[in-house]
């Protein structure tokens, strides 16, 4: 077997640009895979070590006048029994300015199972002491990915005390590896005073929470507003649909690098088949040889796995940070920046690489397998295959296609906001089908175009040469066509988006200014700023959460019973937010919805109506700290980026029902009026520090750079799958240059100047890419489609407007034929430096 | 060594079956060396093809060393050719990413039965000595065969099958090279078959039969033909 799989192998010693495109396509096929893998990987165990922790799997309580909770409050309820424990929450700056979360616990009350309930921290880290972590020093607990931003060696950890940026000192620190990234957590003492040092809250006297396990209160106590844990969407549900997303991308990578995979096995067999035939004259079985064969398969496996593994490693190092801030600005979820990979990563990597090898190689081991002994050698025989392959496309693009169809109406019959797998599942449908049935259509494309050029020699030539080409140049304009209309699909998908974010961002900042005032001082700044003749009018906000028990719809039909939790949110109508909020369905006109509105019904966003299927005219049954209430909903309106279900009502009503404490004051000034000068007076008049202020053009930029993050990933992905389609062309001419010559050589002879011929070349390959872009730019807007109409509203609950961007179809075509002449230049400049002569000694050879 | 009886082989074709032998019955003796010769087309290549397992008669028997071949499963047909067959092509079938030690090593190391000391022999004797680094596509159509013909007698192969092991040289060339093979076929004590289409080529051997219409027949000595690449 070793001197057979060296025989095997030696082909590559003589042709070695094939191993390396081998070697490329499994390296890059891998690494694109991996990279995305290991950022979801990292990700999910930052959720897992989010919700370790004790705050998503407790009950809540919350004071039912929106008043924050204190310690007398605590006091209360324990000495009335309620097995309640406080947590206390805060940011605090570290010395590089990474803002990290500090949790204070009293462990000797902490419920449930939660990491620190059972030990109040040792059980963590399986180190300190109990006592340590109540008492003065204290302790603070961290993740090990933490440390970098105190700038602590990981050797230097335990015991350290780091400086925050304000001067303070944390508590000795204990590693807790199973604490989620940027969290310190500690006794709540040691909290309130770092927090209280720090200036964000008053006293020691403040809580952020109060805590019971799950189940523990049969309902609130008087006075209080109990939220289930069931009810608090955990990270990882929240970012589902987006690391589907990235998943989908990446597994689009992975079949176009599997398919330059299979164009260079095929051709490495093909190129090999009379070596095959001897080695089976020579008394190899052909057991044997599909046994090397598949030895010489998993063996390259194995090194492109591997590579592309370290690839992937290192693309996630490089894309992390953006996916943890799109995750922390879009979901709140919190990510590390630092690559955690559990053993299973390194095995699925493995895994999907070596298993799509043997996707890609098993057509090629199979058609060997197949060669009888004495047609090994014949390269008709091989080639024949390729037309019975064609007919096996064509019927494979139609069973694609049917299972598209059956995708589509079961999708159909689905209700809104249902079926992101299947629509990912459709996608990929629509993008099987055209990539399978692209080469019989290029066949019979080029049959047709062969026999109208029959008065033009030279072009029907050119025409009949590229039907011989196809056979090795199909698998690279299927890559081809796949990441063409892929990055046509997502590139109109995000430049739809951008359009209606950036409008929809214009209509919904009315004000010039935004503050968001102390909640003590907002009565007092409020009044202040009624008296300045600069403001033209206040937009008071407000927000409180609730939970969905029912809807009742407009037309009489039964109550439909809900468990939803929702947020609600308060604006002030008026002349400056009316005419510009954007609805988008409404029971009359847009007048009528914003008079109901005035009246104190309610709006509800996108997300909500679309995952209960509520509209116009229905009415919600609502729990709120006064008891259930029932609203009507008045119209539906656009809400993008929003994860959750949101209830829209004027500032005064929710203030009024939910007793929600003040939020933000939006500022609409008097035309003219000088937005600086008015800043620096309020800041002055209230002594309220410079960030609590924020201008318009402020909060847009935030909100644009959020959504450009978003998007950082997958336009990075898109880019490389394009790239690696172009591999797979060049790869698939290169390959065939020799060929490509010897074929070229006789028409030198008959006098047709290389340059002629160069510029025949490059037409052949120019066209086919544009044939190629042709079908791409339908298919990419389908998959637009599918992005925007399906996999948007499953995943998100939105829908987005479909945009079609002439400017992108343009650049999708230039980009086909662009990638094309960049992947014939290479051929056609060797071409070009061939001596006449030498073409025909190739031809003679 | 080998043995053909009541041996049919037909091929299906567009314009109907075409049946290529229609009975043959051979027999070789260890050591003998016989001829082969016919018409294009008269089923020449089929039959080494058969003797060398590579393909299985329609009906009829093949027996090689004693194994009748019909009854062997595909990888021990491989393995008996492996050990026992040594093959020589008209168009050299050389594994041109191999070096010609390698190529020369090939069917030796395939069978288990590498001898250095041989091989090492065989390389000076073919008048390959010096260019054992080289590739085939660096060496002549006559170095080619040569190495070649090395190749198969490198593991002292039983049966040497050659198809038209001259045809691809010029006179002088193949003349060089019969000499060599028929040298090394005594030398090894091997049995050798070989078609051409050449009476000088045939002539050295023991035996010679003709190859028409299917059936085996002992060459006419009257006719006088000589071959275009002897």
Known sequence: ?845 | MLELHQVHKTYATPQGPLRVLDGVDLSLGAGESLALMGESGSGKSTLLHLAAGLDLPDTGEVRLAGRAISALGEPDRARLRRETVGLVFQQFHLVPSLSVLDNLRLQARLAGVEDPAWSAALIRRLGLAGMERRYPEQLSGGQQQRLAIGRALAPRPALLLADEPTGNLDEATAGEVLELLLELVRQTGATLLMVTHSPRVAAPLDRCLMLSRGRLAPRDASRNDTGANA
Do not use: C
């Open chain 1, 1 to 845: 077997m070793a001197t057979l799989l060296a025989t095997l192998l030696s082909h590559y010693r003589r042709h070695p640009g094939q191993l390396v495109m081998l070697l490329l396509g499994l390296w890059v096929a891998s690494a694109l895979w991996s990279g995305v893998q290991a950022i979801n990987a990292s990700a999910r165990d930052s959720y897992a070590r989010a919700e370790a922790l004790f705050s998503t799997d407790l009950d809540r309580l919350e004071r039912r006048d929106g008043e924050a909770l204190t310690r007398d409050n605590y006091l209360a309820l324990r000495l009335s029994g309620v097995p309640v424990s406080p947590l206390l929450e805060g940011t605090l700056e570290a010395a590089d300015g990474t803002r990290l979360t500090v949790i204070g616990i009293d462990p000797l009350t902490l419920p449930g199972s939660s990491i620190f309930a059972i030990a109040g921290g040792t059980a963590a880290t399986g180190t300190g002491d109990f006592t340590d972590f109540l008492t003065p020093p204290w302790q603070t607990q961290l993740a090990p990915d933490s440390l970098a931003a105190l700038g602590v060696a990981p050797r230097e950890a335990q015991g350290a005390t780091p400086l925050l940026a304000d001067g303070q000192r944390l508590p000795p620190l204990i590693l807790a590896p199973a604490l989620p990234p940027d969290t310190l957590v500690m006794d709540i003492a040691a909290a309130a005073l770092l927090l209280a040092g720090s200036g964000q809250i008053a006293s020691g006297e403040q809580i952020t929470r109060l805590v019971a396990a799950p189940g523990a209160l049969a309902e609130a106590p008087a006075g209080f507003a109990l939220t289930r844990a069931e009810a608090l969407a955990s990270p990882g549900q929240l970012t589902e649909s987006f690391h589907l997303n990235l998943t989908a991308l990446a597994l689009l990578s992975l079949v176009v690098g599997l398919f330059i995979v299979q164009a260079a096995l095929g051709l490495a067999l093909e190129q090999r088949l009379g070596m095959l035939r001897t080695l089976r004259a020579l008394g190899v079985s052909g057991r044997a040889l599909v046994a090397a064969l598949a030895l010489e398969l998993a063996l390259l496996g194995l090194i492109g796995a591997l590579a592309g593994i370290a690839g992937g490693v290192w693309l996630a190092r490089v894309l992390l940070p953006d996916v943890a801030a799109t995750l922390g600005s879009l979901y709140g979820a919190g990510v590390g920046a630092e690559l955690r990979l559990p053993w299973h990563y390194w095995a699925g990597g493995l895994a999907v690489t070596l298993g799509g090898l043997l996707l890609a190689g098993s057509g090629v081991l199979w058609r060997a397998s197949r060669l009888s002994v004495l047609g090994l050698g014949q390269a008709r025989a091989w080639r024949a295959g390729f037309h019975r392959q064609l007919t096996a496309m064509a019927a494979g693009g139609g069973v694609a296609a049917l299972a598209g169809l059956a995708l589509a109406a079961w999708l159909a019959s689905q209700p809104p906001g249902e079926g992101l797998v299947a629509g990912f599942a459709l996608v990929g449908a629509m993008l099987m089908a055209s990539a399978l049935w692209l080469p019989p259509l290029l066949g019979l494309a080029l049959a047709g175009l062969t026999h109208l050029a029959r008065r033009r020699p030279l072009a029907q030539w050119a025409l009949a040469d590229l039907q011989l080409q196809l056979p090795r140049l199909s698998l690279a304009t299927m890559a081809l066509l796949i990441a063409l209309s892929a990055n046509l699909g997502v590139s109109s998908m995000v430049g739809g988006f951008r359009l209606t974010f950036l409008e929809w961002l214009d209509q919904r900042l009315a004000a010039e200014l935004y503050l968001r005032p102390p909640a003590e001082q907002f009565e007092a700044i409020d009044a202040w700023l009624a008296e300045q003749p600069e403001v033209a009018e206040r937009l008071a906000t407000a927000r409180s959460d609730a939970q969905l028990l029912a809807v009742e719809p407009g037309g009489g039909e039964a109550d439909t019973a809900v468990q939803r939790p929702v947020s609600v949110y308060g604006i002030t109508p008026g002349a400056t937010l009316t005419p510009r909020w954007p609805l988008a369905a409404t029971q009359g006109s847009r007048e009528t919805a914003w008079e109901a509105f005035g009246r104190g019904d309610i709006f509800i966003n996108e997300q909500l109506a679309v995952a209960e299927g509520i509209g116009p005219g229905d009415r919600l049954r609502l729990s709120s700290p006064r008891g259930e209430i029932t609203l009507a909903v008045a119209a539906v309106y656009p809400d993008y980026g929003n994860p959750r279900g949101q209830v829209l009502m004027a500032t005064p009503y929710l203030t009024e029902r939910f007793a929600a404490p003040p939020g933000s004051l939006g500022i609409a000034l008097a035309p003219g009026a000088d937005a600086a000068a008015l800043s620096a007076r309020l800041l002055d008049a209230f002594d309220l520090p410079r960030d609590s202020l924020i201008d318009q053009d402020g909060v847009k930029r935030i909100a644009t750079e959020i959504f450009e993050r978003t998007f950082t990933i997958t336009r990075a992905l898109n880019a490389l799958t394009l790239g690696v389609a172009a591999l797979a062309l060049l790869a698939s001419l290169l390959a065939q240059a020799s060929e490509r010559r010897r074929r070229l050589a006789p028409l030198w002879a008959l006098g047709v100047p290389r340059a002629r011929l160069a510029h025949l070349q490059l037409a052949q390959l120019g066209g086919t890419a544009l044939a190629v872009g042709l079908v791409a730019v339908p298919l990419g807007l389908a998959i637009t489609w599918g992005l925007v109409a399906v996999i948007n509203v499953a995943a998100f609950g939105w829908r987005l407007p479909l945009h079609f961007f002439p400017g992108e179809i343009l650049l999708t075509l230039a980009t086909a034929v662009g990638v094309a002449l960049i992947a014939a230049a290479l051929p056609v400049l060797r071409l070009w430096r061939t001596p006449p002569r030498a073409l025909l000694a190739e031809e003679a050879a």
